[in-house]
């Protein structure tokens, strides 16, 4: 919609300086205010700000479980970071910069913002990438100190280097709760199997559930591992674990590396995956542990294996369970870990090293990873969406929104 209004709200992108009593265009967004609390409202129209952005319509934009870091306030975000690192949609307006893309494609964003020019992305290393978000080393749509980019749970969303940014797609709605997974989710499950180099054949433990495991579960039976197992205590994530050939292990139900162990002949995985991070659950899931997954799995695989770390771990942590943990330090197994000759992977995914693969694997039907996704519901119901995501009911899993105006387009 469009309305007159005397001084701009100062919100992300948003917060550009606007000549008083101007015509000003307002979007819908996803807006954070407190600790378990984010509300629909309107924010200024993302425009072109560089010769090489475009300005995508989005059509689906789903909620991650690093959202939910933000959403609980166990990060330093603050109040008015528009959410969404996971966004997909069709362009409306292209930079005079860009050379291949024009309005009206459809396209899907890696979560990483990135400039493709840096050393950190020539090596392929997008994650990391040093242009985009100066002193840090990385960049992302809607999160806490990834950088000034407005995220995508919202009618349009800003795409800066856009011929980079963008991974372009068939044109309609087919596949679309699928692709909108290439936005973070399926890579990143792929990137831990990628980390523990999970090969054909071997054993894989996946530590969690929520659909970053599941992908992992998912991406390392792509992979041809011979028996995946997959620990959590959510009866519907083991269930869906189940459903697509991995062996669920409840870890409430006893030591998760002894209930795996006594399946693989006493010695353990050829490989890991922690798909959870820093707020892990003590194995009677009375309380957090944020070191007990890492630990799990140093016991779980087996001496001179590998294992890969998605799982997010962050250096500050207000709402941690003791003061080490709140600055990042946590109680690692390290001596043990040497003992066994054991490697680790760690670091967010390099999105664009995975999802053109991935995405063709799902136009030829090797892949449908949108089995994760349990609701897909319209923007004006992300409160509740995050409420119930949140508190792990009602079956949420995955949660995919869809704009209105997007919709009936």
Do not use: W
Request: aromatic share 8%.
């Amino acid at each position: 919609m469009r309305e007159r209004r005397e001084r701009p709200e100062p919100i992300g992108d948003a917060a550009r300086s606007h000549p008083l009593d101007v015509e000003v265009t307002h979007v819908k967004a996803v807006v954070y205010e407190k600790p378990f609390s984010v509300t629909v409202r309107e924010v200024d129209d993302p425009q072109i700000q560089h010769p090489n952005d475009v300005i995508v319509r989005v059509t689906s934009s789903a909620i991650c479980g690093s959202d939910l870091h933000m959403y609980e306030g166990r990060t330093a975000a603050e109040a008015g970071i528009v959410f969404g690192h996971e966004n997909l949609g069709i362009i409306e307006e292209v930079g005079s910069g860009v050379t291949s893309l024009s309005e009206g494609d459809r396209v899907v964003m890696p979560f990483n913002v990135a400039c493709g020019f840096c050393k950190n992305c020539l090596a392929g290393k997008t994650g990391f990438c040093l242009t985009v978000n100066p002193g840090f080393a990385g960049g992302a749509y809607g999160y806490v100190a990834m950088g000034p980019f407005l995220g995508g749970q919202a009618e349009r969303v800003r795409v800066p280097y856009a011929d980079f940014n963008c991974l372009k797609l068939p044109p309609g709605d087919e596949f679309e709760t699928d692709f909108v997974l290439l936005a973070d989710i399926f890579p990143t499950g792929y990137h831990g199997c990628e980390l523990a180099q999970v090969s054909p054949g071997e054993t894989v433990a996946v530590y969690g559930a929520g659909p970053v495991g599941l992908m992992a579960a998912y991406s390392a039976l792509l992979r041809g591992a011979a028996k995946v197992f997959v620990v959590d205590r959510v009866p519907e994530r083991l269930a869906k674990a189940e459903e697509i050939g991995a062996i669920p292990i409840d870890f409430t139900q006893g030591d998760p590396a002894e209930q795996i162990k006594e399946q693989t002949g006493g010695e353990g995985t050829d490989k890991g995956v922690d798909a959870v991070g820093y707020q892990a659950q003590a194995h009677d899931a009375s309380h957090e542990e944020p070191a007990v997954v890492l630990n799990s799995l140093v016991e779980t695989v087996r001496p001179t294996g590998m294992l890969g770390v998605p799982g997010l771990y962050v250096p500050s942590d207000p709402g941690a369970p003791d003061e080490h943990a709140k600055h990042g330090q946590l109680l690692v197994s390290i001596g043990r870990m040497f003992e066994k000759g054991q490697q680790m992977g760690t670091g967010q995914c390099n999105v664009k090293r995975y999802n053109r693969q991935l995405r063709d694997l799902i136009i030829a039907g090797r892949a449908k990873p949108s089995f994760v996704v349990s609701h897909e519901l319209p923007l004006e119901e992300a409160p509740q969406a995050y409420e119930k995501f949140d508190k792990r009911i009602e079956g949420y899993t995955k949660v995919v929104l869809h704009p209105g105006h997007a919709l009936a387009a």
